[in-house]
């Protein structure tokens, strides 16, 4: 083979260009598109959300349990050449958020990882752990006023942990994050209780608003206080749960404060995958 390219040199230019357009397909077919998406993934009992910016930058917060749920969920929303996510976020080190990042470490290559500080010794979280280090995915602890910049004008933007979370539950230690396009804005909460929430509710009021709003802890009635609703007063609430899950969620009290709120609610065990797009103005759902 090798002798007939030698013999054949325009052969030998055609290769090259054949490998050159392969390895640089992430790169050349992320387009800017001037739309952010939103997709709220369906991996059961657990939260996985991915982003995109306008200009093709990833974000994932989250990964779901370690059911693999999380990456073949991942395969309906990114072309099945990409083999690359700009971000993760680990919202906090519980397993139905965190279990789903080593094989996703595994499979895809990340630049940063970003989480709240907290420690735990599952399994799975120091599973996570290694998997950064052995990849050598640049690692940092989130802060509330820090502020990543997506790209196009998107951006996320850290409201919660405001201190260090090694001694508190790990639900409390939840990474808040407001997603921004234009006028459109999206709140990501993990587990964080309706304690916490309403002490943010106080500190930033009407700056928590939100068109879609992720509800905390799986739609828990340890989550989503009447304040913190107000607060962020979405046009939508997202529900990331399994269906007949042993937990009851989502749990009565909250649909119903939603219902007294007139908060429209979407859930993954119903819906599947949920996606929304953004072109700055509105957010529209994707069908």
Known sequence: MIEELKRHPRFWTLAVLLILSCSLAPLLFRPHSHTLTIAFLDVGQGDAIFIEAPNGNQLLYDAGPPTGAALRALRSVMPFWDRSIDVIVLSHPDLDHTGGFPEILRRYQISLALEPGKFSGNGAYETVEREISAARVAHFDVRA????????????????????????????????MRVVYGDTSVLLSGDLPASIESQLALRYGDALHANILKLGHHGSRTSSAAIWLSAVHPDFAIISAGKNNRYGHPHKEVLDRLAEMHIPYLETMNEGTIMFSSEGVTLRRKS
Request: aromatic share 10%.
């Open 145 to 176: 006023g820090m502020r990543l910049d997506l790209g196009d004008g998107a951006y996320a933007e850290f409201l919660y942990p405001d201190r260090d979370v090694q001694d508190l539950d790990t639900n409390d230690a939840s990474v808040v």
